[in-house]
């Protein structure tokens, strides 16, 4: 019996397999607003077969970006071409998920086909923020330092995004806490160098995290399931390392999330990573084991035995798929004619099946 294809009920909400488009950015949007490509990219995996489609990181503020194409959840009229995106993906039998983002110190930058690089503030960038004034390369701006002010407006940043996720038809809300952004800022111990309440110890330093889900949990439905994306290390000595995400993850199932999507690194650009097949699973597997709370495995995981391997082994509740299903939007579909078990392809299809 395939694991991969059978059903995971989170709360009130069941997938219909254990398949997931990872969030991964489009860089396509203008001022926030979906569009055309959006609906057809995020419709396109739905129709493919996946159980879940989460959509990229998506900023709580206009200053929360990556780029100036990402999309974004700081307006009500976002909501109206969102839930476009939302009923879709739901006619054709996935659920709708949504990553709520702010990339703090690493936000303002061109496009990655246009450089990639900071964009100056008088050339369509602007002043980036962080826990501390540490650039993420020496080229960059120095970013300013979030007074508690500041903080307070992004913990209200990300609780008014998760009401609006509501209001637009998400039933996952995953908050993004990964890659050098800026939760993932305030967890590290190389960028957070703060002497206050929101820094130093391990329990000052994941304070921010915490208050943004018990902020989102105010308006979040109960009844629907909360993720929180990490980063399991950095890879960098001195860094956020898997034993403090082991202790991160066992304070969030306390506080009612209900699965870690185990990423790592992101946070300098000079870390050594290991890219090799499924290189974090490790950290999914550790965390599940020890927590008891529900992993999701990403990175380098790009067959579907692979992923069937990996939730047999019980190293994961969930496995997501990214650059793959960028090549291959159909994974789901295909995966029920290499386990060889019956999935419902859209009538439309039927023909090729």
Request: a neutral charge.
């Amino acid at each position: 019996m395939s694991k991969l294809l059978s059903t995971l009920t989170i709360k009130d909400i069941t997938f219909k397999n254990r398949i997931a488009i990872s969030p991964m950015c489009q860089y396509s949007a203008w001022d926030g607003y979906a569009n055309n490509w959006h609906l057809v990219h995020y419709g396109s995996r739905a129709v493919g077969g996946a159980g879940l489609v989460i959509q990229e990181a998506t900023g709580v503020s206009p200053e929360g970006r990556i780029t100036p194409g990402d999309l974004g959840i700081y307006l009500d009229e976002h909501i109206e071409n969102l839930s476009a995106i939302t009923t879709f993906v739901k006619q054709h039998g996935a659920v709708p998920g949504i990553q709520l983002a702010h990339a703090g110190r690493k936000a303002g930058c061109a496009k990655p086909w246009d450089g990639g690089k900071q964009l100056p503030v008088n050339d369509g960038g602007w002043k980036t923020v962080a826990p501390s004034p540490i650039p993420f390369l020496t080229s960059d701006d120095q970013p300013e330092e979030l007074d508690l002010s500041g903080i307070m407006k992004v913990v209200a940043d990300f609780r008014a995004a998760a009401a609006r996720a509501v209001d637009a038809g998400f039933q996952v809300l995953e908050i993004h806490a990964a890659h050098g952004y800026l939760i993932h800022e305030f967890l590290s111990p190389i960028t957070n160098q703060r002497m206050d309440s929101y820094g130093g110890t391990f329990e000052n330093r994941i304070r921010l995290l915490i208050e943004i889900v018990r902020a989102v949990q105010t308006v979040w439905p109960s009844n629907m399931p909360l993720f929180v994306r990490i980063s399991a290390t950095d890879w960098v000595s001195g860094g956020w390392d898997i034993d403090e995400a082991v202790q991160l993850a066992s304070r969030l199932r306390r506080e009612g999330v209900d699965l870690i999507d185990t990423s790592s690194g992101g946070l300098v650009p000079d870390a050594k990573i290991p890219f090799s097949p499924g290189y974090q699973v490790g950290f999914a597997a550790r965390i599940r084991k020890e927590t008891g709370i529900k992993t999701g495995a990403v990175g380098l995981i790009t067959s579907v035995l692979q992923a069937e391997d990996i939730l047999k082994a019980d190293h994961a509740d969930l496995i997501l798929i990214a650059r793959e299903s960028l090549r291959n939007p159909y994974f789901g579909l295909n995966a029920g004619k290499e386990l060889t078990k019956e999935v419902n392809w859209p009538v439309q299809y039927l023909r090729a099946k």
